[in-house]
């Protein structure tokens, strides 16, 4: 019944930046976490970040201090802004909804995923 739309995906040079929306129906938004996730050709799915109902907020090492994970109630939307990005961020970027209100960054919590949207970095 939750459907997740993301968005915002393309292609931008090294160094340059994107925002990813993900627009999510089907249940009460506000009471669940949200994340994502990437998986770059030929590799496993990673998490990327995640954000909880109240706004406490995670992120994987390596995007911190250059990603940013945002949500907005009354649109239904979770944000993902990403700055300074790398040829090695290229990857198809996922929305996930959890299960519970908390944040987590194990995959198998989260119960409804988007159809991913394309990030490609060009150096």
């Known amino acids: 019944q939750v459907q997740l739309v993301e968005s915002g995906g393309g292609l931008v040079q090294a160094g340059g930046s994107l925002r990813l929306s993900c627009a999510a129906s089907g249940r009460t938004f506000s009471s669940y976490a949200m994340g994502w996730f990437r998986q770059a050709p030929g590799k496993e799915r990673e998490f990327v970040a995640a954000?909880?109902?109240?706004?406490?907020?995670f992120y994987a090492d390596s995007m911190k201090g250059r990603f940013t994970i945002s949500r907005d109630n009354a649109k239904n939307t979770v944000y993902l802004q990403m700055n300074s990005l790398k040829p090695e961020d290229t990857a198809v970027y996922y929305c996930?909804?959890?299960?519970?209100?908390?944040?987590?960054?194990?995959?198998?919590?989260?119960?409804?995923w988007g159809q991913g949207t394309q990030v490609t970095v060009s150096s």
């Open positions: 996930a909804q959890s299960r519970r209100g908390a944040a987590t960054v194990v995959t198998g919590d989260y119960q409804y």
């Open positions: 954000i909880s109902w109240s706004g406490t907020t």
